[in-house]
């Protein structure tokens, strides 16, 4: 079964940096596309990054970019998003998706179980 | 904004069939497959729908889905009140470059 484990949320101050981890099981992890969609508290929700198979490609949402980095590491099977200079907005639920093909775009097919990251002074 | 719109409730009683909408454009629905996501409050995301019309293995099949134009649907028939949650629809935005979602329904079992 695909298993998708999310860590490296917590509570860290505005224009801080954090990197959260996916660790990937249970299907070929250098094959798929890899995503990451978040959830404010009591909001809906709203994709941040999309990564290739290969990791040669990746597209950020605007409210991201350039703040945000999504990579991967195959050998590992292990999905990064590293975050810089956090905002209050950024406070939400991160989820990492799953896409059921090695190209872009690929829609999260399978999710994880999410990681919370708190942005608060 | 949203660039996809869905009506934030819709409502039904048991047995019933109930159709979900989700409005888009041309840049996104209107040339990408849409999919549909399920969430009970507290836990993650499952994919309902993929590529517009496609269940997942383990995906009842009174939930189906459908897409004309710039915008797509989501029917559940045979309503049963553990399919009381929230519904998102999504698709990837060729000019934003970046996956949308609605708002989501929320649906209640009357």
């Known amino acids: 079964d695909v298993q998708l484990l999310e860590s490296g949320g917590g509570l860290v101050r505005p224009g801080e940096s954090l990197r959260l981890t996916c660790a990937a099981s249970?299907?070929?992890?250098?094959?798929?596309?890899m995503n990451w969609v978040r959830q404010a508290p009591g909001k809906g929700l709203e994709w941040v990054s999309v990564i290739s198979a290969g990791g040669d490609r990746t597209y950020d949402a605007a409210s991201v970019k350039g703040r945000f980095t999504i990579s991967r590491d195959n050998s590992r099977r292990t999905l990064y998003l590293q975050m810089y200079n956090v905002a209050v907005e950024d406070t939400a639920i991160y989820y990492c998706g799953k896409g059921n093909i090695a190209g872009i775009p690929a829609a999260p097919y399978d999710w994880g179980q999410g990681s919370l990251v708190t942005v608060s002074s | 904004q949203s660039a996809l719109t869905q009506p934030p409730s819709a409502s039904g009683s048991p047995g019933q069939r109930l159709t979900l909408s989700c409005s888009g454009g041309?840049?996104?629905?209107?040339?990408?497959?849409v999919y549909w996501y399920q969430q009970f409050p507290g836990t993650a995301p499952k994919l309902l729908i993929n590529k517009n019309n496609q269940r997942p293995s383990g995906v009842p099949d009174r939930f189906s889905g459908s897409k004309s134009g710039t915008s797509a649907s989501l029917a559940i028939s045979g309503l049963r009140s553990e399919d009381e949650t929230e519904y998102y629809c999504a698709a990837w935005d060729d000019s934003l470059r970046l996956f949308v979602f609605g708002d989501g329904t929320k649906v209640t079992v009357l």
């Open positions: 249970g299907f070929e992890f250098s094959s798929y596309a």
């Open positions: 041309t840049s996104n629905i209107g040339r990408n497959s």
